[in-house]
């Protein structure tokens, strides 16, 4: 009886076999259907089983709560402003100032790296939410949307960063409100014009900005303004090589076309003090030396003609080299700046110190031409004697006294007495006192021309040093 109940059981296993490997290879994701909510945390607990109480739903993975369909991007026109046709849409803006990386006196623009951020309110966008958290995108979903048109007036290229992938933020609340930030950058190849003034350059002060302004709304439509007031613009500690900020102050304004109206405008400024001591070790004090060189050639002996004309050659010259290396440096401007009269006054000296030593030289030829002339030269008088008269030795080193005066003539006598007559004249006015006292001076100066040299050791360091005071009190 046993026997018989076994083979029963056999051929019912044998018979339902098959039935049960059909239904496993229909269904063979049954399992993983059931298992796909399960949060990648939960652990097993004895031997592989898992406790359904602690899964936690994956809400990534639900089509219900995909970011089109939660922000209804399909159901609305973004091509349009939110609240079209009804008042001006508020855009609150705020910036971060990251970096300036360099400004450009010839170019006459400024590279600058910033975090723009933009806030608004737009209905179409809000979505329900029992825990009131934010949803954050990336660029993706902002081409999707409507944005504000902001762009950098005045800017000659911009840019935004896209390592690794677009730098741009995407922040939308429940109730519509939205943050969108990106980070621009205004630098090369892009850069904000800034229109300097160079009037008092080096020792100047330049006013720079940013002006932002919506491209296709005007005041009717998109109203900017600043998020926090003057909060709204932040910087970073900003170091720059040739120029300490002095101030960054946010501002507001309207600007007019003729062809589409009114627009709102925002104003980034910031003031700009150039380091003085770059140029103070590149231009101002070499330029001291060289004026202070030129004036060595007072205390070298007037008959050194190589020496002293080398001396003031050299000075010129190297001023002249001072003068184009700066000018290259610069743009090409219409006005005067203040390095320009520095420079052009210090080369002033230095050729007057030149022109000086042409005088004394001049002078002392004058004198030992009329000494030659009015004196007869005697047989006993060498050639090494005859040598003073050409710049070879001092006036003290040969005796001219032993030299015979030339005997008066009638015709000298009478212009003596004619002199003496018309100095004695009663009938003589001021003005011809003057002019003869005048001729006496001159007369003087140049039968003693070492005087010169005399007198510019003295008068060019004091006017050099009058200057300095003036030019320095006015520009610095």
């Known amino acids: 009886m046993r026997l018989v109940l076994l083979a029963l059981r056999l051929m019912c296993m044998a018979w339902f076999w098959p039935v049960t490997q059909l239904n496993s290879s229909h269904f063979p ?14 652990k097993p607990k004895h031997g592989g089983r898992v406790d359904l109480k602690m899964k936690k739903l994956d809400s990534t993975k639900s089509w219900l709560i995909k970011s089109e369909q939660l922000l209804r991007i399909d159901d609305h026109d973004f091509a349009m402003r939110p609240g079209f ?58 081409k999707k949307i409507w944005v504000p048109d902001v762009f950098f007036v005045h800017s000659k290229r911009s840019f935004i960063h896209d390592t690794t992938m677009e730098n741009i933020m995407l922040r939308v609340y429940p ?3 939205i943050l969108y930030s990106s980070r621009c950058v205004l630098g090369s190849p892009s850069q904000a014009l800034c229109s300097m003034d160079f009037s008092s350059f080096p020792l100047d002060t330049q006013n720079c900005s940013l002006e932002l302004e919506s491209y296709a709304y005007n005041e009717n439509d998109l109203m900017l303004y600043w998020k926090n007031g003057n909060d709204s613009l932040r910087t ?25 109206g009114w627009y709102n405008r925002l104003y980034i400024n910031f003031i700009l003090r150039r380091h003085i ?23 070298i002996d007037r008959r050194a003609v190589p020496a002293r004309v080398s001396l003031g050659i050299t000075t010129v010259l190297t ?41 004394v030289n001049y002078f002392t030829t004058v004198e030992e031409m009329k000494k030659l002339k009015h004196a007869k030269i005697p047989n006993s008088y060498n050639a090494t004697e005859a040598m003073a008269f050409d710049g070879c030795f001092h006036d003290t080193d040969i005796d001219l006294t032993s030299l015979p005066e030339v005997a008066s003539t009638p015709n000298t006598e009478r212009n003596t007495q004619a ?18 006292l005048l001729k006496q001076h001159l007369s003087f ?32």
């Open 29 to 42: 994701n049954k399992r993983r259907h059931k298992e796909q909510y399960v949060g990648e945390t939960t």
């Open 85 to 142: 046709g009804g008042s001006a849409l508020p855009v609150g803006i705020d910036v971060q100032v990251e970096s300036i990386d360099s400004i450009s006196e010839v170019n006459m623009d400024f590279t600058m790296t910033l975090y723009l951020r933009h806030y608004w309110q737009d209905d179409r966008l809000a979505f329900p939410s029992s825990s009131n958290k934010s949803r954050t995108f990336d660029a993706r979903l902002v």
């Open 175 to 177: 109730d519509g409100n």
């Open 236 to 260: 970073d500690e900003i170091v720059l090589s040739q120029f300490f900020i002095e101030d960054f102050q946010p501002s507001f304004g309207l600007a007019f076309y003729s062809s589409t």
């Open 277 to 299: 001591f770059f140029f103070m070790l590149q231009t101002y004090f070499p330029t001291m030396l060289m004026v202070m060189l030129s004036w060595v050639s007072f205390w």
């Open 319 to 359: 001023m002249s080299t001072i003068i184009t290396g700066v000018s290259a440096s610069m743009p090409q401007v219409s006005y005067v700046k203040a390095v320009d009269i520095y420079l052009w006054a210090s080369f002033l000296f230095v050729f007057l110190s030149v022109i000086e030593y042409a005088a």
């Open 419 to 436: 002199r003496n007559s018309t100095v004695s004249a009663p009938t003589e006015g001021t003005r011809l006192r003057r002019k003869n």
């Open 445 to 476: 100066i140049m039968s003693n021309s070492y005087m010169i040299d005399s007198y510019s050791r003295v008068i060019f360091p004091m006017a050099y040093l009058l200057f300095n005071i003036i030019y320095w009190s006015l520009y610095a």
